[in-house]
């Protein structure tokens, strides 16, 4: 018996180890593929390379960065938030409003020009994000409505309530307090903004590999019956990823209208697009239970290069719309490559 | 005998990064012929026939194809030259008619239009020609298994093909679909054509094949004709070993303590699925280390009644009693804390996440006892886990990163069994344990829940193996249609007794 065991053993161990280096290639693409991007902007362009726009590089993807971080939450359940832009805009404007005391129709001025203070601004645009998440994560796991059409319902209820609330217009023109996070820099030159990314990109990557709920975030998302056979709660684990994403949302409504110093009501028009667009590139699978926060992180810095570097050599942003298109499907193709190698 | 071959490979090599799936098969079929083609899982059974219809190019070797030689270059080269194959997954479109299915692709008619009188008698040719009864109208996804496949076996015969190739065709069918099964066989063979028959059923395969073909790791072990082979001599040939090392047990660790009482279980039909299954006044206990079989045919509700007890499907009325407590349990998570487990049926589908590491597959269910600080789960201590379970269960793998597709099945049904004992449940549930996993696995499987027994776990164990259920159980139940019929001491049971009581009706027998 125990002779039978050991070759098929041994020749698993074999395939094992072949696997691995697929994986690996598989696992680092979207990191070596930055780090050429990088190479070639740095020969072509002489501004490219320089630490001011490198931090400016950074300060750019962190918005959309932060929503990704969530949405890879999303994605790993085999979700996906296609209001996230709409709920950006909400939170941000209702984040304005607060911060300037009303709107007028809205919100009665009672302090005059000074307004409720940053604190509860940044309050205010988290709450929305959470509840906006709430509501979308019940609907999907109460009423069994696929998250794509929850979703796209709300990237237009949303955007709904964003108008409704701020009559259409911008609101503009903040405290210092209120542009702190958004423009301020520490360290000299380093935005505040792009260290709130890192920062909430590595707390989030510690909860998903080292927490029971991140494990039970893979679990669901790699084959949901079995996650609740084993007792999960698959239902609130789902609405969680929502209220997270929602969380992010809010947050980088405020963030947005605090770095550009006003809330628009059309902010965040297409950032879904960025949004999914940074998480997959980066290898999380659109069919949940497989990818991470780091390729996240590189997914969204991808982005934000390839979008400087052709801006810098004067490429038109129609241009680098059809490539960002091409690019995102040929590393799902890529991604769907290597798994076929794994397969085996 | 005549030495004429309908199919003739040769030599066949195929070797995948790191395997060789094929190792200089060979491997012929006669007009006329049911050859059956058997072996232990990975034994190369499917290389072989993926090559065969075209899906897989071999490395090398050569195939004739009635005297020609033949490079079958896709499957609709080998659909075109007359061989059907008919895998264990149907390739049916469920919302379509019997007679689309049939004809998908090759419906008769005039330019864009369908002529569905056309349809419909050609398709009634087909279906005469199997002897059965089958209205082509009828939609596919109404139809029982047995049916399904009726419809695949329709449209091999509607292309002309000379050689069906059947994967597992009575994986899934009750005793009786077998039998209607083997007669359409003998049929299509009266009529000339050829049929390569797969199974793990070594039994049935000697009932109906003319010549057995056994593989081993990629190498052909040899072809027997039936009339001079016997089941031992397959199965030695199989698995390099003879029936009588398999495991058997031999004594009981049966207390009086009862670990789960039923009492009048009874699950009503649902009106969004009428074929769902209905279970009428179940009753039963099971002690700790007891092993309690359930047997039934497909359909008796076996599994419904296992997946009422854990809940996951509501139950309309009774009550479950734990160390003669009643509880309530709603949910999986609800079970869980009263301590029973469940190995369900379908591991691929209800318990494995394939695409994840061994890691979270054995310590999901007891993550939360890995809790240390917080939320954060302590490495080490799942690691001592993941290594105690690897050791005791023998479960062969790389390591605790190693995705569990990788592993055989086996192996997965072991990491399975894992999850739960990490939780030291006082119940187990273990829903046909030993399905598709190799003949020394299954026997490994089987130690491992006679060990658990002996460790005073409570065990009910669900098959459709006969004799898994007689060699394992201490005590037995059957049931027929969701009633329970009987119930038998391990000493009192034979496989005749037990098929006599889940197929036929009867008074329920109880136990003294």
């Known amino acids: ?344 | 005998m005549n030495d004429h071959f309908l199919l003739r490979m040769i030599d066949i090599h195929k070797a995948f990064p790191g395997v060789k799936a094929l190792d200089g098969v060979s491997f012929d079929v006669r007009p006329g012929e049911i050859h059956g083609l058997v072996g232990e899982n990975g034994a190369g059974k499917s290389t072989l026939i993926k090559i065969l219809s075209g899906a897989y190019q071999p490395d090398s070797g050569v195939i004739e194809w009635e005297g020609q030689r033949v490079h079958i270059t896709g499957p609709l080269h080998a659909q075109r030259l007359g061989i059907a194959t008919i895998y264990q997954e149907f390739n049916l479109i469920p919302p379509l008619t019997i007679a689309e299915n049939v004809f998908i692709g090759r419906e008769p008619g005039r330019g864009a239009f369908l002529s569905w009188p056309t349809l419909y008698r050609q398709t009634r040719a087909v279906i005469d020609r199997l002897g059965i009864d089958l209205d082509p109208r009828r939609i596919v996804r109404t139809l029982s298994v047995a049916e399904q496949q009726m419809v695949e076996v329709a449209r091999a015969l509607s292309m002309k093909s000379r050689l069906i190739v059947m994967d597992e065709p009575t994986a899934t069918l009750t005793e009786n679909e077998v039998g209607q099964l083997m007669s359409i066989m003998r049929e299509l063979k009266a009529q000339g054509l050829s049929i390569i028959f797969i199974s793990h059923h070594i039994e049935e395969a000697l009932q109906i094949c003319d010549r057995i073909t056994v593989l081993r790791d990629g190498r052909l072990v040899g072809t027997r004709a039936i009339n001079e082979v016997t089941l031992d001599e397959i199965i030695r040939m199989m698995v390099g070993r003879s029936m009588s090392e398999l495991f058997r047990r031999s004594t009981t660790y049966a207390t009086d303590e009862v670990a789960l009482r039923v009492r009048n279980l009874s699950r009503s039909g649902n009106a969004r699925d009428p074929n769902a299954i209905v279970l009428h006044n179940i009753n039963f206990e099971v002690r700790r280390g007891e092993i309690l079989g359930i047997a039934g045919l497909v359909g008796a509700g076996r599994t419904e009644l296992a997946r009422a007890i854990f809940g996951v499907d509501r139950f309309s009325s009774g009550q479950i009693e734990i160390d003669g407590r009643p509880v309530k349990i709603r949910s999986p998570r609800d079970a869980i804390r009263y301590g029973l487990g469940l190995v369900p049926e379908d591991r691929k589908q209800q318990a494995l996440f394939l695409r994840l590491a061994v890691r979270t597959n054995m310590s999901l269910a007891a993550l939360g006892r890995l809790v240390r600080f917080v939320d954060f789960v302590s490495a080490r201590a799942e690691n001592e886990l993941i290594e105690s379970y690897r050791k005791a269960l023998n479960i062969h793998m790389t390591g605790p990163e190693q995705r569990v597709a990788n592993l055989s099945g086996g192996n997965q049904q072991k990491i399975v069994i894992a999850r739960w004992l990490a939780l030291k449940p006082k119940v187990l549930i273990v829903d046909e344990p030993t399905r598709g996993i190799d003949v020394a696995a299954k026997a490994e499987v089987h130690q491992l829940l006679d060990e658990l027994a002996r460790q005073g776990i409570a065990i009910i164990m669900i098959s459709s193996e006969l004799p898994e259920i007689l060699s394992m159980s201490d005590r037995i139940i059957t049931l027929r249609e969701g009633r329970q019929t009987g119930e038998f001491l391990r000493e009192e049971a034979t496989e005749e007794t037990l098929m006599h009581a889940m197929a036929l009706e009867q008074t329920p027998v109880s136990v003294a």
């Not at chain 1, 320089?50 to 959309?64: A, D, E, G």
């Not at chain 1, 029971?212 to 893979?218: E, F, M, Q, W």
């Not at chain 1, 056979?229 to 929502?242: D, E, P, R």
Request: glycine share 14%.
């Open chain 1, 1 to 344: 018996m125990n002779q039978a065991l050991q070759t098929p053993t041994s020749t698993l161990l074999r395939i094992t180890r072949r696997l691995n280096l697929i994986e690996i290639i598989g696992r680092f693409a979207p990191l070596l593929f930055l780090i050429t991007l990088v190479v070639v902007f740095g020969s072509l362009e002489p501004r490219f390379l320089t630490k001011l726009n490198l931090l400016n590089v950074l300060r750019q993807v962190s918005i959309t960065g932060l929503i990704a971080i969530g949405m890879t939450y999303v994605i790993l359940t085999s979700g996906i938030d296609l209001s996230v832009g709409s709920l950006l805009a909400f939170a941000g404007v209702v984040s304005a409003a607060v911060a300037k005391g009303g709107t007028g129709t809205w919100l009665r001025s009672t302090t005059g020009e000074q307004g409720y203070g940053v604190t509860l601004a940044v309050l205010a645009a988290i709450g929305i994000g959470i509840a906006g998440g709430l509501i979308q994560g019940i609907a999907i796991t109460r009423l069994g409505v696929p998250p794509f059409v929850v979703t796209l319902g709300g990237m237009s209820a949303f955007r709904g309530a964003t108008l409704l609330f701020s009559n259409g217009g911008p609101i503009s023109g903040f405290s210092k307090d209120f542009r702190y996070w958004g423009q301020g820099k520490v360290f000299g030159d380093i935005p505040i903004l792009a260290l709130v990314f890192l920062g909430f990109a590595l707390v989030a990557h510690i909860i998903l590999r080292y927490t029971r709920y991140g494990r039970h975030i893979y679990a669901v998302g790699a084959n949901p019956e079995a996650a609740r056979l084993s007792g999960l709660n698959v239902k609130l684990l789902i609405t969680s990823v929502y209220v997270i994403v929602g969380f992010f949302c809010g947050l980088s409504g405020y963030l947005l209208a605090s770095r550009l110093n006003s809330a628009e009501a059309v902010a965040g028009v297409g950032y879904e697009l960025t949004v999914i667009a940074s998480v997959v590139i980066g290898g999380t699978s659109l069919f949940g239970g497989e990818g991470g926060i780091p390729g996240t992180v590189v997914g969204a810095l991808l982005i934000g290069v390839l979008t400087n570097g052709l801006v810098l050599m004067n490429v038109s942003t129609y241009i680098q719309q059809i490539i960002i298109g091409a690019i995102i499907v040929l590393a799902v193709a890529f991604d769907r490559f290597i798994k076929s190698k794994r397969r085996v």
